[in-house]
């Protein structure tokens, strides 16, 4: 039974999926102090949270059979994913769910701000009836500034252009076509600070726009702009965004999000240009319910090794991807484990070629099953898997190179691992034969046919009469049956290699005797 903690209010509804799953136990636990949490989490395998969950690096440590974390929204910064990666913990987020939802409160602050909805309602409320001073302006023709055009910044430049407002966005990610296809102007950071009446926000936090908006943007910024973020706090300085009020360059500011949330002691709530909302973005029945489908299906395909798109650590692998790439992904982890275990030293570099169709393939995954393959024979199986092995390998120093070529070496499809140590080169290439499946085609330049299954007996040896007879009577008096045998030599009396197949594992002793054979320089056993 595998376990999920729901540690967030999240639509129940929408979870459906991993509720009804027999062999699925979730449990549903909001609000749950950093301590209960960091106590209970080493039993579970899912962790399911909104943004109120901070998920840090002391958590996941804690975490020791956590195999997913799931984000029922976009952002992700409330997770630690450099931690969350480096224990092989796959973290995948729902970012279409929310969009319109924090699009239409986006739009709803601009609309807002230029007709002080929230203050003259206020006011009227408590009696009083001000028409002077709650002047407004249109939004027709007035240059909106839209900072981030990716899923959100593109829905409220659609609201914006039926309100005849001129676009001007500065996203580094987007192309001049797809400005084009959005009909928007695209432009610098500092175009839109001083040409923009109105600037909304819509990136990620991340290290590039931690404080993008502060005092040195105010100050470019055209007196009397309105400034909305319902993207993340941090974003804006709010010391800085504070100055500029009370100076009067900034003439409305709406916020759905804070440096510190909950903001309850920050002035700006107390600030009256200041329309404040509690990070309401996402916070529709549809938005909810579409975050939570998402997310549980995806944590559900997780789990289950089916399909899943949105992973934030490793690459998304689409039922067309995963049909075209799943029959390798064996053979990889195979070549891997293979090429690792009859090295020897330390590895310092590791060159995968792909050639052929598998050339044109979503290779990365084939990657990370290679390295995984290859480290864990050095760091063990329970420690390294496809989301850490990259890192893993990066942070022992050890080069990786992928080398994509349409050569086929007479295979249709060809990988080959080159493995490095500080000792020896070696290689090994595999292929999958239409029809027979997945084989060893090549090792260290000698041609072989081996079905990578079950046990192996590598020999690096003299090619000299007598040899191979000895292999058998010394496995034959440990009762160790041979199934399957290839010897190969690059020619007659020079260096030979052999590939044993045999029936069950052998013991150290074994392979120990067969290195003492005359002639042998290396024996090696692998189980694949
Ligand atoms: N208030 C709320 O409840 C919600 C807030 N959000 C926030 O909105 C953000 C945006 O969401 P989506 O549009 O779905 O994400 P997205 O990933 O589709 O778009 C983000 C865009 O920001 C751009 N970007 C990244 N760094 C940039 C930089 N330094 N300068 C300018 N542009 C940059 C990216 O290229 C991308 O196009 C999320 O990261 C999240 O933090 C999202 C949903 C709800
Ligand atoms: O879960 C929420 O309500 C926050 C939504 C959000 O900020 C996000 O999806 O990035």
């Known amino acids: 039974m595998q376990k999920i903690l729901v540690s967030d209010t999240i639509s129940e509804i929408g979870l459906k999926k991993l509720l009804e799953a027999k062999d699925i136990q979730v449990d549903i636990k909001p609000d749950l102090h950093t301590d209960e949490l960091k106590n209970i989490i080493g039993q579970y395998q899912g962790l399911l949270v ?5 998920v840090t690096r002391d958590i996941i440590k804690a975490a020791k059979n956590l195999l997913v974390i799931g984000r029922a929204g976009v952002g992700i910064d409330n997770i630690d994913i450099k931690a969350a990666s480096e224990q092989g913990i796959a973290v995948i987020n729902a970012p279409d769910g929310n969009t319109i939802s924090t699009a239409e409160l986006s739009f709803a602050m601009i609309m807002s701000m230029a007709r002080w909805i929230p203050q003259s309602h206020s006011d009227l ?34 609201r914006a252009k039926a309100f005849h407002m001129h676009i001007l966005a500065y996203d580094p990610y987007i192309t001049q076509e797809r400005a084009k296809q959005l009909g928007i102007h695209l432009g610098t950071i500092d175009e839109i600070f001083t040409q923009a009446d109105f600037i909304t926000i819509h990136t990620p936090l991340t290290k590039d ?19 909305a973020n319902c993207a993340r706090g941090g974003i804006i300085k709010e010391e800085a965004l504070m100055k500029a009020l009370d100076e009067g360059v900034v003439e409305v500011a709406a916020l759905d999000v ?12 107390k600030h009256p240009k200041v329309i ?12 909810q319910l579409n975050v939570a489908i998402d997310v549980a299906q995806e ?7 089916l399909p899943f798109k949105n992973a934030v650590n490793m690459p998304a692998l689409s039922p067309e991807i995963l049909h075209h790439i799943r029959p390798f992904i064996s053979l990889a982890e195979k070549l891997g484990v293979f090429i690792s275990s009859i090295i020897l030293g330390a590895i310092e570099k590791i060159e995968i070629h792909y050639s052929g169709n598998i050339a044109d393939q979503e290779i990365n995954i084939l990657t990370r099953n290679i390295l995984k393959g290859i480290l864990r024979q050095h760091l063990g199986v329970a420690e390294v898997n496809d989301v850490n092995a990259p890192l893993l390998a990066k942070k022992r120093d050890i080069e990786v190179l992928e080398i994509r070529s349409s050569k086929t070496h007479g295979f249709t499809n060809l990988i080959t691992v080159k493995l490095k140590t500080n000792i020896e080169e070696k290689f090994i290439s595999g292929t999958l034969l239409n029809g027979y499946g997945p084989r060893f085609v090549n090792f260290n330049g000698f041609t072989i046919d081996i079905l990578p299954e079950g046990h192996l007996i590598i020999t690096d040896h003299i090619d000299k009469p007598g040899i191979v007879g000895k292999f058998g009577t010394i496995l034959g008096k440990a009762n160790i049956n041979i199934g399957t045998m290839q010897v190969g030599r690059n020619r007659a009396g020079g260096n030979a290699i052999a590939f044993l197949g045999i029936d069950r594992e052998v013991e150290a002793s074994i392979i120990e005797q067969l290195n003492q054979v005359e002639n042998v320089n290396d024996t090696f056993y692998v189980e694949l």
């Not at 909104?50 to 901070?54: A, G, I, Y």
């Not at 804070?258 to 709530?269: A, F, G, Q, R």
């Open 209 to 227: 726009t931690k404080y993008l908006i502060d005092e040195k943007a105010f100050s470019m910024m055209k007196k009397g702009v309105r400034l």
């Open 258 to 269: 804070y440096e510190k949330e909950p903001p309850l002691d920050s002035p700006l709530l």
């Open 50 to 54: 909104r943004s109120q969950t901070k």
């Open 125 to 158: 409320k408590q009696g009083i009836w001000n028409r002077k001073k709650y002047v407004g302006v249109e939004l027709n023709n007035k240059v909106l500034g839209i900072i981030g055009m990716g899923r959100i910044g593109s829905e409220v430049a659609k």
């Open 276 to 287: 404040t909302t509690p990070h309401l973005g996402a916070s529709t029945q549809e938005a």
């Open 299 to 305: 944590i559900y395909h997780y789990l289950k090794n």
